[in-house]
């Protein structure tokens, strides 16, 4: 099968979005890295619109350095998706190295998604970040662009984008977004003459176990995908790169709490949903529930964000998709409670020497939730039984230990303090 035919543009442009004026210049990319982009981008198309072909036929001038990673780029894609298919190369001729456009930058790429993770990430570290976005949607560009040229801090920094929208794909899960993106930001590195990425995800869902047997999770992070991916780019473009992953032993409500608290105005201009077909993130998915929990375990709660409250609205009102959503949630929370009484061990193939501690983290994660469960209750004490759902979380929160839940809060206290105290010396 062709290339073309999965509506992959011959051409991809990266677009360098000055700081401050957010005037636009456009890069003359590196090309071998650029025809790597548009091969992993039909990969996700593939997967978004659910065709199987038996092979691929990418042709390319870099056909060689292609074919060297050809059978590692099948194993991943068919690791991710669980679909195989057959990369085919074709040579094709004007293989010439074009000159690099101004400005370039030794800084490192931070992976900018709009959502709360790499808005963190790239608020405490301003003058260390290019912000790299791939515009697969408009409203998620819409919202991301809004985001860094309303916060002050953010609007001093530069931004590459990189427009490949396909108008057949909808909202929803995607198996193959991490790769692509993380490719994406290698293009960018390679094109401003940095050889870091930043990927700014938290543990918990880098390794996003799987906790119900409705939905199985992605691998869009998984560490073994983060590091064959480097591996991968290193040999195809013959040079050192770097994946680096500063949150990969945080919790989101860690992450949230080691950010300076003048910044939590823009909390809720990020997204952490799985769905875009609307401005407002849904409320029921499983990104959204972690977020309000992780949010909620250090007294913030953004009901008013969310298109429907998972806690006070009439759940007969959703359809029976959307209530199996709440089935899932149910799931997860008790995957994670069993975390917390140590009635349950992590798996045992998660990656060695990756994370520092990955059942203390996820026993923490599993704290933050209950943690937020306990002080929305606090909140609007209606929660506990205006729905089934809330009553089904007043009775899973009555199952966990009070001490334990103290004494995280206590810990997250801690942070925020030490937080404070670097904010107050940094002014």
């Given at each position: 099968?062709?290339?073309?035919?999965?509506?992959?543009?011959?051409?991809?442009?990266?677009?360098?979005?000055?700081?401050?004026?957010?005037?636009?210049?456009?890069?003359?990319?590196?090309?071998?890295?650029?025809?790597?982009?548009?091969?992993?981008?039909?990969?996700?198309?593939?997967?978004?619109?659910?065709?199987?072909?038996?092979?691929?036929?990418?042709?390319?001038?870099?056909?060689?350095?292609?074919?060297?990673?050809?059978?590692?780029?099948?194993?991943?894609?068919?690791?991710?998706?669980?679909?195989?298919?057959?990369?085919?190369?074709?040579?094709?001729?004007?293989?010439?190295?074009?000159?690099?456009?101004?400005?370039?930058?030794?800084?490192?790429?931070?992976?900018?998604?709009?959502?709360?993770?790499?808005?963190?990430?790239?608020?405490?570290?301003?003058?260390?970040?290019?912000?790299?976005?791939?515009?697969?949607?408009?409203?998620?560009?819409?919202?991301?662009?809004?985001?860094?040229m309303s916060c002050p801090t953010l609007a001093g920094s530069s931004m590459?984008?990189?427009?490949?929208?396909?108008?057949?794909?909808?909202?929803?899960?995607?198996?193959?977004r991490g790769l692509l993106f993380l490719v994406l930001a290698g293009w960018?590195?390679?094109?401003?003459?940095?050889?870091?990425?930043?990927?700014?995800?938290?543990?918990?869902?880098?390794?996003?176990?799987?906790?119900?047997?409705?939905?199985?999770?992605?691998?869009?992070?998984?560490?073994?995908?983060?590091?064959?991916?480097?591996?991968?780019?290193?040999?195809?473009?013959?040079?050192?790169?770097?994946?680096?992953?500063?949150?990969?032993?945080?919790?989101?409500?860690?992450?949230?709490?080691?950010?300076?608290?003048?910044?939590?105005?823009?909390?809720?201009?990020?997204?952490?949903?799985?769905?875009?077909?609307?401005?407002?993130?849904?409320?029921?998915?499983?990104?959204?529930?972690?977020?309000?929990?992780?949010?909620?375990?250090?007294?913030?709660?953004?009901?008013?964000?969310?298109?429907?409250?998972?806690?006070?609205?009439?759940?007969?009102?959703?359809?029976?998709?959307?209530?199996?959503?709440?089935?899932?949630?149910?799931?997860?929370?008790?995957?994670?409670?069993?975390?917390?009484?140590?009635?349950?061990?992590?798996?045992?193939?998660?990656?060695?020497?990756?994370?520092?501690?990955?059942?203390?983290?996820?026993?923490?994660?599993?704290?933050?939730?209950?943690?937020?469960?306990?002080?929305?209750?606090?909140?609007?004490?209606?929660?506990?039984?205006?729905?089934?759902?809330?009553?089904?979380?007043?009775?899973?929160?009555?199952?966990?230990?009070?001490?334990?839940?103290?004494?995280?809060?206590?810990?997250?206290?801690?942070?925020?303090?030490?937080?404070?105290?670097?904010?107050?010396?940094a002014t």
């Amino acid at each position: 099968m062709l290339l073309r035919e999965y509506s992959v543009p011959d051409a991809l442009t990266l677009t360098y979005h000055q700081s401050l004026t957010d005037r636009e210049i456009k890069l003359s990319s590196d090309p071998l890295l650029r025809d790597f982009f548009r091969l992993t981008l039909a990969l996700h198309f593939l997967e978004r619109t659910k065709r199987e072909p038996d092979e691929l036929i990418f042709s390319t001038p870099y056909a060689e350095e292609f074919k060297s990673v050809a059978n590692r780029l099948e194993d991943l894609y068919d690791s991710l998706t669980g679909i195989s298919i057959t990369l085919r190369f074709e040579a094709t001729k004007n293989r010439v190295q074009q000159q690099f456009s101004e400005p370039r930058s030794g800084l490192e790429s931070l992976l900018f998604s709009g959502g709360l993770d790499s808005f963190c990430e790239a608020v405490n570290h301003p003058s260390k970040f290019v912000l790299v976005h791939g515009v697969l949607n408009d409203i998620v560009y819409g919202r991301s662009r809004r985001l860094r040229m309303s916060c002050p801090t953010l609007a001093g920094s530069s931004m590459v984008t990189c427009r490949c929208v396909h108008k057949g794909l909808g909202g929803g899960i995607s198996h193959t977004r991490g790769l692509l993106f993380l490719v994406l930001a290698g293009w960018v590195c390679s094109t401003m003459g940095s050889d870091h990425v930043v990927f700014a995800e938290n543990g918990p869902l880098m390794l996003n176990p799987e906790t119900t047997p409705i939905s199985p999770p992605t691998r869009n992070c998984d560490p073994r995908v983060v590091m064959e991916l480097q591996s991968i780019l290193h040999e195809v473009k013959g040079q050192r790169f770097a994946i680096m992953c500063p949150n990969k032993d945080r919790t989101k409500t860690e992450v949230a709490a080691s950010t300076p608290k003048r910044f939590y105005r823009w909390f809720p201009s990020t997204s952490s949903c799985f769905s875009t077909r609307t401005e407002k993130m849904c409320g029921i998915c499983f990104g959204c529930f972690v977020r309000r929990l992780s949010l909620g375990a250090l007294g913030c709660d953004e009901m008013n964000i969310y298109a429907f409250d998972v806690f006070s609205d009439d759940l007969y009102r959703l359809g029976e998709r959307k209530i199996a959503r709440i089935i899932d949630l149910r799931h997860s929370l008790r995957f994670f409670g069993k975390l917390v009484t140590d009635s349950l061990g992590m798996p045992e193939n998660e990656p060695a020497q990756f994370f520092e501690d990955p059942t203390s983290m996820m026993r923490r994660f599993g704290l933050d939730l209950v943690l937020g469960i306990r002080n929305l209750f606090e909140l609007h004490p209606s929660y506990e039984s205006q729905n089934a759902f809330g009553r089904y979380c007043a009775g899973f929160l009555n199952e966990m230990s009070r001490e334990l839940i103290d004494r995280r809060r206590s810990d997250l206290d801690e942070i925020l303090s030490v937080q404070g105290q670097s904010s107050q010396s940094a002014t």
